[in-house]
């Protein structure tokens, strides 16, 4: 199978139908899609962050509270990756670094949520969302309205690097939580 040129159009069937696939040519209306999406998720993660980060002695308190081993080194592990990682996805520069720091992140603070209850009670909380956005700018990238298009001429990033950024946002989300909470955040029924 050849791959056409940026630009040009190819024609392929499914089934009986024959099916115009547009090849590296970005749709203004997707790209608009895209920035929308990069600016709601990272607004909203942009406003957790400076929240913690101007009021960074509640943050480190709220960590020491539930049981984090170093709750000022997590607190500005976590302060860092939102503040950096939204600004990133909002500007659209080095976006597959910037949306796995907010997935990481989303991750632990999901985990924060469910930890307290039984998991099923709330699953789908903001921090969920949040991280659905993120990891969808890992495989999407984030448009044509971007610095990474603008200045790096990639509107989009590789499939691989994309799968590969997820692993790792997931990986360091679990070593963190392990690492520096110690408990498994995942309860069938509400914890004691």
């Known amino acids: 199978m050849t791959t056409p040129l940026a630009g040009t159009s190819q024609v392929s069937t499914l089934g009986d ?3 115009n696939e547009s ?4 749709t203004s209306v997707s790209d608009l899609g895209l920035l929308i999406l990069r600016l709601g998720v990272g607004a909203a993660v942009l406003q957790a962050g400076l929240i913690k980060a101007f009021d960074f002695g509640t943050t480190v308190g709220f960590m020491d ?3 984090w081993q170093l709750p000022a080194f997590a607190a500005l592990m976590v302060t860092v990756a939102e503040a950096a990682g939204a600004i990133g ?8 670094l910037a949306a796995c720091a907010i997935a990481g992140a989303m991750v632990c603070a999901w985990a924060v949520n469910v930890s307290t209850d039984a998991f099923w009670a709330q699953p789908f909380n903001v921090p969920f969302l949040l991280f659905v956005g993120a990891a969808t700018l890992l495989f999407t990238g984030a448009g044509a309205y971007s ?13 691989r690097l ?5 692993v790792l946002a ?14 498994n955040p995942l309860h069938f029924s509400s914890p004691a």
């Open 170 to 183: 997931f990986a360091a989300a679990i070593l963190t939580w392990l690492l520096l909470n110690g408990t």
């Open 17 to 19: 139908m024959a099916v």
């Open 89 to 96: 996805v909002v500007l659209g520069v080095l976006t597959p």
């Open 65 to 67: 509270s539930g049981g």
């Open 162 to 166: 994309a799968i590969g950024l997820l």
């Open 23 to 26: 090849v590296g040519t970005p």
């Open 147 to 159: 610095v990474d298009a603008r200045m790096f001429g990639r509107p989009r990033w590789s499939p």
